[in-house]
């Protein structure tokens, strides 16, 4: 079965600091993984994602993830906070197998980020 | 280009009292999805549809029915609605199988008392 673990509910940053939220996964196929933000009373916006090729993955706003198969992790990073990063972030993978009809989303439980002035 | 449309946005409901949730996408996906988002749970999938007239449960079906007459609609029923089913529904909607994500509709804020 699958899974996302992701370390922490609430991360508090200063305005400049590194962002880091953590997401692991376990899946026993080869997984399709991503980053979704949720900014208040909104729906969830794709980050960014990684399926196949290049571990390191940029996506919107500066953000940047890394797969790394050995320790089965996706952790999401920003070099220097904004204020305007203070959202939830959900960490979400999906897996396919031949035959299946259907590459589902497992999310999880998501990181409510704040950003200290 | 709208992309993901749900109605209504807010709703409060009595015990018992019955209501429909549209979700509509002009995308021409063929899968969609109906999530409810609850504070520390993430994204729990209530149910899902492949295609046009098929339907699927998800995690949580209880108390929901859903149908996909259409492609581009997708309709999540609460046919007496519980204080348990206070919630923030999301629709979403994929392409294809879903592997390379989905889009997210704006979500209904649904309150029973």
């Known amino acids: 079965a699958q899974s996302v673990t992701q370390l922490g509910s609430h991360v508090s940053v200063s305005e400049g600091a590194l962002v880091l939220l953590r997401c692991n996964y376990s899946s026993s196929v080869p997984p399709y993984l991503f980053w979704y933000v949720q900014y208040p009373n909104q729906g969830l916006q794709l980050l960014l994602k990684?399926?196949?090729?290049?571990?390191l993955v940029k996506g919107i706003n500066g953000f940047e993830a890394e797969f790394k198969k050995s320790e089965t992790s996706f952790h999401l990073t920003k070099p220097s906070a904004h204020m305007s990063d203070a959202a939830e972030y959900f960490c979400?993978?999906?897996?396919?197998?031949?035959?299946?009809?259907?590459?589902?989303?497992?999310f999880g439980r998501g990181t409510q980020l704040t950003v200290w002035p | 280009n709208a992309g993901v449309t749900q109605t209504p946005k807010f709703r409060v409901l009595k015990t018992g009292q019955s209501m429909t949730l549209l979700c509509a996408q002009d995308m021409n996906h063929e899968y969609m999805y109906w999530y409810r988002q609850d504070p520390g749970m993430g994204l729990r999938l209530i149910h899902y549809s492949v295609g046009e007239g098929t339907t699927a449960k998800g995690e949580v079906p209880d108390g929901y029915n859903v149908s996909r007459l259409k492609k581009q609609n997708f309709l999540l029923g609460l046919e007496s609605a519980a204080p348990s089913q206070t919630s923030v529904y999301f629709c979403?909607?994929?392409?294809?199988?879903?592997?390379?994500?989905?889009?997210f509709g704006s979500g209904t804020r649904l309150t029973v008392v």
């Open positions: 979403a909607s994929s392409y294809s199988t879903g592997l390379y994500g989905y889009t």
């Open positions: 979400a993978v999906s897996v396919y197998r031949r035959g299946s009809t259907l590459g589902r989303l497992y």
């Open positions: 990684y399926t196949t090729g290049a571990t």
